[in-house]
């Protein structure tokens, strides 16, 4: 018995009707589909953050706004504020260590 192939449902895509081809309008539905998803929040790692426009992901529950791909959100999280923090504090501690020995050239030089 032969067995009739099953018709794929391209949901949003159907707008086009026979128009465009069917392999253009696949490959539109796929970014369609991923760019309308909700992911999960690298902040507060909720499944909350939706789409504002191109590359820009905006999370419903905590207001975090970030940049991402284009039509999806990045699989590896943005870097957390208190890792920024640290480093932040160490170019500071770098910069006044530089300064003093900078100044103690200086002073030696004079005498």
């Known amino acids: ?6 018709k794929k449902t391209l949901g949003s895509v159907k707008r086009f009707g026979p128009r465009y081809g ?3 309008k696949e490959k539109l539905y796929k970014v ?8 999960k ?6 499944e909350k953050v939706r789409k504002q426009s191109l590359g820009i992901w905006s999370c419903k529950k905590c207001g975090a706004k970030f940049t991402g791909k284009a ?4 699989k590896k999280t943005v870097i957390k504020e ?11 501690e770098k910069d006044k260590k530089e300064e003093k020995e900078e100044k103690g050239v200086k002073y030696s030089e004079k005498k």
């Open 82 to 92: 208190e890792n920024i923090e640290e480093e932040i504090v160490e170019v500071k």
């Open 32 to 39: 369609e589909k991923q760019s309308r998803a909700t992911y």
């Open 1 to 6: 018995m032969l067995k009739i192939a099953e």
């Open 71 to 74: 039509y999806s959100v990045p």
């Open 41 to 46: 929040c690298p902040y507060c790692h909720k």
């Open 22 to 24: 069917g392999t253009v």
